[in-house]
């Protein structure tokens, strides 16, 4: 089963675009924190992850419509991995991205919510 779950927050406005046949994908860093116990010192330690999205169609719109920066946000979908022969060195370059399913705001009412 591929299935993820993240719940953090967008480090940045969604890039939304339209593809030339009308579809819309959105783009979305989504930044997670982890806790970590605490250093000698007794202070806190956390580690943070940041993660690509990607949404289409009608989840695209609901992002580029409601989402904002800072906005804490549920992100469900899958991973998906895909690879390219970089031009300029010929090395081969990968890329996991999480595509998807449903977009929520962190602790949100059940109406603000979209799925794809």
């Not at 675009?17 to 989504?30: D, F, I, N, Q, S």
């Not at 899958?78 to 890329?95: C, E, F, I, P, Q």
């Not at 929520?104 to 109406?111: Q, R, T, Y």
Request: glycine share 10%; hydrophobic share 40%; no cysteine.
């Amino acid at each position: 089963m591929n299935k993820v779950i993240l719940v953090g927050n967008l480090t940045a406005d969604p890039d939304v675009r339209a593809t030339p046949a009308g579809l819309y994908v959105a783009k979305l860093r989504v930044a997670t924190n982890e806790y970590a116990g605490k250093d000698d010192g007794g202070e806190a330690k956390r580690y943070s992850e940041f993660h690509s999205v990607v949404a289409f169609g009608k989840l695209a719109e609901f992002a580029g419509t409601h989402l904002r920066k800072g906005r804490s946000i549920t992100v469900e979908g899958r991973l998906k991995t895909s690879s390219w022969d970089d031009a300029a060195s010929g090395v081969k370059k990968y890329r996991t991205e999480v595509v998807a399913d449903k977009l929520e705001f962190a602790g949100a009412k059940p109406h603000e919510t979209a799925a794809a």
